[in-house]
């Protein structure tokens, strides 16, 4: 019930294209759903987060789409570009309003986007 | 931006040895967190840090490794007795606290158990 299944595994994309990478989870008590974004030898960076409330967040041209009946989310970049070649992995945890220390992230497994010129 | 900060990068060991992973988190913050990251497989939580003590830990985070805080800066993991099946990255990551639940996670340090 913890698993965050992440698909696909892979993914490549022409520049300017849209990549969508999508994940779907089990744990209804799940209320926080970010995006990281990891490039080789570095560790993972928050690129973009949404909460159950919302069923869409655009930051710049990366969008979260969220659907909560079907407990899946997405990522889209739009215009993809070279340096936006990396590791994807969508995450989730619960617990996350009521401040506690707690703030165990499950990952899924990740995509590797690669975005040709 | 504010970074964590973690060393060594790479550590090679032997099966049964003792290792001690260091993290230097972001000043101002009050949670902080390992991870780890088994090489092709997904970052796997380990286990969660406040007040000076454990708030949360995985099944992974068996007898063998620990954790602490033993100044006002640094952050250690300790495996006690490694073994074969401990190579992984072992992330470190901190978190304010306050409304912003933004995770900031180290480079990580690339651990390799002979």
């Known amino acids: 019930q913890q698993q965050v299944k992440q698909s696909p595994q892979s993914l490549i994309v022409q520049k300017g294209g849209i990549s969508i990478i999508n994940c779907a989870y089990e744990?209804?008590?799940?209320?926080?759903f970010p995006w990281y974004q990891q490039f080789p030898g570095k560790g993972p960076a928050l690129l973009i987060a949404i909460r159950p409330d919302v069923s869409e967040k655009k930051e710049g041209r990366f969008t979260i789409s969220f659907n909560k009946s079907a407990k899946q989310f997405s990522l889209h970049i739009m215009d993809s570009q070279p340096g936006d070649s990396a590791t994807y992995f969508c995450a989730a945890s619960s617990n996350i309003r009521s401040g506690a220390g707690s703030y165990q992230l499950t990952f899924g497994k990740g995509t590797k986007l690669s975005v040709i010129p | 931006e504010p970074e964590v900060t973690q060393t060594p990068s790479h550590q090679v060991t032997q099966m049964g040895q003792e290792v001690i992973l260091r993290c230097v988190p972001i000043s101002n913050h009050l949670y902080f967190y390992w991870y780890r990251q088994i090489l092709g497989q997904k970052v796997e939580f380990l286990v969660s840090?406040?007040?000076?003590?454990?708030?949360?830990k995985s099944e992974i985070f068996d007898d063998q490794f620990s954790v602490e805080r033993p100044d006002g800066s640094n952050f250690t993991l300790k495996i006690r007795s490694t073994k074969l099946e401990d190579s992984a990255m072992y992330f470190c990551a901190s978190r304010s606290g306050t409304e912003n639940e933004k995770l900031f996670f180290g480079s990580g340090t690339q651990l390799s158990v002979l």
């Open positions: 744990n209804t008590a799940f209320d926080y």
């Open positions: 840090f406040y007040n000076n003590e454990i708030s949360e």
